[in-house]
């Protein structure tokens, strides 16, 4: 007999997360009501994140996938479990782009000949042929059906669940320009004359050519939604970069035997071999073996570290030299890798975007436009108005009120401010990052790659005991020519330069140096060969006190000095004597200076932001006149002190470049990532600067300013529009052919003030 604490704990349901993808979201109301939807699921927490079009849940296992996909498709949408061992280039997801590609071709094709067509022969009566009117509307039946498909599938959805969105009003304006027309061609001409224009009346027919208006609203329209779905489409990528980056193989090891196993099978506390060149496979500690390992796509910092049994090493960085036997301590889902692109993940769905605030006003906006033409409608057929009146007042308030202007409003203005973004150096991803340019009031600066060079370069040589300056170089670079070691490539590349040999990677460059025998790596320490019949060592204090060579204490005081300045000093010795001090650097970059300057005269406060050591940190922080230093930060906790600045009322703009940056720049308010930086880190990115002069931070920030602007001003003109020009219509004193010509000039004027920012000289203001 079964007793009850034997079967209660068996009967409890286990609680999972998981992602789905979802289809057919057209703006953030659509994402709003699948959130309410699934959260009205018994035990099921979920959040919808419109910019990468997924759902996280969190719910009882038993049946999960399956309510959830119900409920989505419920609400008129559709979803897919995410599944993360998939292919991140498979390219089995819907690409909705090309549909509509395809749809704004065949609008454009169709709406200036239709155009030109309808407008010329309706205003002037002598050019029309028999049919002429039917012609028009077959050049105007594909674009309003199968080009405005995606409104009106819309439409149909919401009307289905009683709910409207900017997605109704355009479809019922489209549809509605076009059955009027239709119409009017198929009941004749109006008894009397046309519609005044402000200089004489149109000739009879001239109610049946606005067909025109429904077809250039789709092409606009479509043109805008395709903008925006580039936009959206690219917050997915991230982890697209992930799983490019992660171990896909591991060498498992068991019993001394080494098995190649797929990393998903790995498991906490196994043992896994790392082979030079290859990728850790996840976050452990050395139990054998010596090696450099690479840790620039994680700690973005250019020196490889060296490890030995008991030194950390994390998944995603690659083994360089020797063989290591690691025991796995975070895997899967707990690397940091992994959490770090979680965390980029989880930063862009609380990213606002400017559509959204047309999104809200077309909530409170399409139902008064609809109301508006119903009650034009009635009241014209009860004051007396004949039914032509009546539907010519209506008609001509959902095409004055169809919202294309504000559909116009982001998107133009996106698209020339990209353009000139690019011929600046700068690719901007979407909108979210317009709208928090305007906001910025603190920059933080990632250091190594970013502000600095990420490259080791010999910046002094101090000869000691009467040795030659040339003569150090000589003899250091023949130790170090045959190092992979970033200080060994500086050391070698000066000594060539000092020797007047190039100082590419040619053979006739090692010809120069005099030839090392016995060459032996040191694992952090540095290297040693016998030069010409000398021993020699290149190295660090401790490998010359390890080998009894005394260090005076002007050559102490020297190194220092060196350490001090924020270089990597080391020493060379031959045979048992100090000969002299290297110092090195990750020299900062020639246009840093002049950009935190220019940043400093917008009114933004600079951060430095990096793991260097304090000293470091502070040496640069000194030479480039940033606000404040934060040195000594751990690549998971950039991030956390974006955070902590945002925390304290800031809002952050992030410039970076290394893996490490990937979750500061997408928890930023503004994410600004350099060309030279890692995949993953620009795909978390709202900005890419592509030009070498770091003065391109400053014009990023400045143009994003100005096109936001211009994106504001667009969506005020496009209101007032819309809020001056309906009661016109209800009043009959704008007739369909009117507003349409008014609703064309309206988005004409949108159009227009974007385009001025195609001559914006950021460097002027």
């Not at 040496?619 to 956390?640: F, I, M, N, W, Y």
């Not at 945002?646 to 290394?658: E, F, N, P, T, Y």
């Amino acid at each position: 007999m079964s007793t009850p604490t034997t079967a209660r704990p068996e009967a409890l349901p286990t609680t999972r997360t998981r992602e789905y993808d979802l289809e057919g979201m057209t703006c953030s109301a659509c994402a709003n009501r699948i959130e309410r939807k699934l959260n009205k699921l018994e035990g099921v927490s979920a959040v919808v994140n419109y910019a990468t079009e997924r759902a996280v849940l969190s719910g009882p296992e038993d049946g999960l996938d399956d309510r959830v996909v119900k409920a989505v498709r419920a609400a008129g949408y559709d979803a897919r479990v995410v599944d993360r061992d998939a292919d991140p280039d498979d390219t089995s997801h819907p690409d909705r782009t090309r549909s509509l590609r395809w749809r704004i071709a065949l609008g454009a094709l169709t709406t200036v000949p239709l155009g030109s067509l309808t407008i010329i022969l309706a205003l002037v009566p002598e050019l029309r042929f028999p049919g002429w009117e039917w012609l028009a509307v077959a050049l105007a039946t594909p674009t309003v059906t199968w080009g405005a498909w995606p409104f009106h599938r819309a439409t149909l959805r919401n009307l289905r669940h009683g709910a409207t969105s900017m997605d109704t009003l355009v479809s019922l304006g489209i549809t509605a320009a076009y059955l009027w027309s239709v119409v009017s061609i198929v009941i004749g001409p109006a008894s009397g004359p046309g519609y005044w224009l402000g200089y004489g009346v149109t000739p009879e027919g001239a109610d049946a050519i606005y067909l025109e208006v429904a077809t250039a609203v789709t092409t606009f329209l479509l043109t805008g939604r395709y903008v925006e779905a580039r936009s959206r489409r690219a917050a997915s990528d991230v982890l697209g970069a992930l799983n490019a980056l992660a171990a896909t193989t591991v060498r498992v090891v068991r019993d001394g035997v080494e098995e190649v196993r797929p990393v998903g099978e790995l498991r906490r506390g196994d043992e896994f071999s790392v082979r030079p060149g290859e990728t850790v496979a996840a976050d452990g500690t050395v139990v054998d073996g010596t090696s450099s390992v690479d840790t620039s796509m994680m700690t973005g910092e250019p020196t490889p570290t060296d490890v030995v049994a008991g030194s950390s090493v994390l998944g995603g960085t690659i083994n360089r030299s020797g063989r290591l036997l690691v025991r796995a301590e975070r895997v899967g889902a707990g690397t940091q890798l992994a959490q770090m692109a979680t965390m980029a993940e989880q930063a862009q769905a609380r990213k606002a975007r400017v559509q959204q605030l047309v999104d809200r006003v077309v909530t409170v906006f399409v139902p008064v436009a609809l109301g508006i033409a119903a009650i034009t409608l009635v009241g014209w057929l009860l004051t007396g108005g004949t039914a032509r009146e009546a539907f010519n007042a209506a008609v001509s308030v959902l095409i004055i009120a169809c919202p294309c202007a504000m559909g116009l409003a982001t998107p133009t203005a996106l698209m020339v401010g990209v353009g000139r973004a690019g011929q600046l150096g700068i690719v901007i991803k979407g909108p979210s990052a317009l709208e928090s340019s305007g906001v910025i009031d603190t920059v933080v600066l990632d250091k190594t790659g970013t502000l600095t060079t990420g490259a080791m370069s010999l910046v002094g040589v101090h000869p000691v005991g009467g040795a030659d300056r040339d003569e150090v170089l000589r003899l250091a670079g023949a130790v170090e020519q045959h190092s992979e070691h970033p200080i060994g490539r500086a050391v070698v590349a000066a000594a060539l330069e000092a020797l007047g040999r190039d100082t590419g990677p040619t053979p006739g460059g090692a010809v120069a140096l005099p030839a090392a025998e016995g060459f032996t790596a040191l694992s952090g320490l540095g290297a040693e060969a016998v030069v010409e019949g000398r021993r020699a060592l290149v190295g660090n204090r401790a490998l010359l006190a390890e080998r009894g060579v005394t260090v005076d204490p002007a050559t102490a005081s020297r190194l220092d000095q060196a350490e001090a300045a924020g270089r990597t000093a080391v020493l060379l010795a031959v045979d048992g004597a100090a000969a002299g001090v290297l110092e090195l650097a990750d020299t900062v970059k020639p246009s840093a200076p002049e950009a935190v300057a220019r940043l400093r005269a917008l009114g933004l406060r600079t951060v430095l932001l990096t793991g260097d050591s304090r000293r470091v940190a502070e040496q640069v922080g000194r030479e480039l006149g940033t606000d404040e230093v934060v040195a000594e930060v751990l690549p998971a906790d950039k991030a956390a002190h974006v955070e902590r600045l945002q925390a304290q009322g800031r809002r952050v703009a992030m410039v970076g470049d290394g893996i490490n940056d990937a979750a500061a720049l997408a928890t930023a308010d503004l994410g600004m990532a350099v060309v030279s930086g890692t995949d993953l880190a620009m795909k978390s990115a709202d900005m890419i600067l592509v030009r070498s002069h770091l003065g391109v931070v400053a014009d990023a920030v400045s143009l994003s300013r100005r096109t936001l602007a211009t994106i504001r001003g667009n969506l005020v003109w496009a209101f007032a529009y819309n809020v001056a020009a309906i009661p016109l219509a209800a009043f009959g004193l704008l007739n369909p052919l009117v507003a349409g010509l008014a609703m064309s000039l309206s988005s004409l004027f949108v159009v227009g003030n974007s385009l001025r920012l195609r001559g914006y000289d950021p460097s002027s203001r």
